[in-house]
Structure formats: structure tokens, C-alpha cells
Nanobody, 127 residues
């Protein structure tokens, strides 16, 4: 098992930046594909970004709406996943959760492939 704890959420004006962190503990961090998802009030959970294990070349995937604005990364020495969010928009407002998958680099946008989830952190972007 792996335990995940997010931090770094908060309030920011449109155009601003935030960096989310997800600290992992338990099984080897590098065993998992890691992802970020978000859920806005009244909406379904939405894939944001994912990053592969190191021996898979550090591949990344993003949903179209965040490409060019968000960057996912991971620090294997610190067992921590990050999401750098720049040029934030009000429509980015949501609870952001990190997740871990041991299903490999397949359908990484499908939340059903992730067995472990953090508790989430609120991101609010005002216009």
C-alpha cells in the first residue's frame, strides 16, 4: 500500500500560480504511475495529469485544458509528486487529489485504474 497526503492548495487570483505537493509513504514510490485529478462542485472527477515511473522515461500526460499551463513532476528522493499550476483560471477551481496506480502506463486518465488516493486539497481561483 501507499499513503498519499496533498498540500499546497489555497486561494489565488486568476493568472496566478500554485504548486501542489503529494507526499507518499509506504511501498516504493517509484512502483506507481502517479496522477492528479480534480473535482469541481456538481461535476464528475476529471483527469488533470499523470507521470510514469522512472524506467518508463518519465512520460507525462495532460488533459487538454491544462496543457501549457500545468506541469507534473516527481522527486524520487523525497517520494513526492508535484503539480505546478500557472496562469490559473476560475474554471480550475476544484478539489485536487493525487492518486497512485500499479496498472502501468495504460489509460492513465481513467480514475478506476488508481487504487490509492489522497484526501484532496482545495484550489480556488477568483476572477
Amino acid at each position: 500500500q501507499v499513503q498519499l497526503v496533498e498540500s499546497g492548495g489555497g486561494w489565488v487570483q486568476a493568472g496566478g500560480s500554485l504548486r501542489l505537493s503529494c507526499a507518499a509513504s509506504g511501498r516504493t514510490f517509484n512502483s506507481y504511475v502517479m496522477g492528479w485529478f480534480r473535482q469541481a462542485p456538481g461535476k464528475d472527477r476529471e483527469f488533470v495529469a499523470a507521470i510514469s515511473v522512472s524506467w518508463n522515461g518519465g512520460r507525462t500526460s495532460y488533459t487538454d485544458s491544462v496543457k501549457g499551463r500545468f506541469t507534473i513532476s516527481r522527486d524520487f528522493a523525497k517520494d513526492t509528486l508535484y503539480l505546478q499550476m500557472n496562469r490559473l483560471k476560475p474554471e480550475d477551481t476544484a478539489i485536487y487529489s493525487c492518486a497512485a496506480s500499479d496498472q502501468g502506463w495504460v489509460a492513465v486518465g481513467d480514475p478506476r485504474r488508481y487504487a490509492y488516493w489522497g484526501q484532496g486539497t482545495q484550489v480556488t481561483v477568483s476572477s
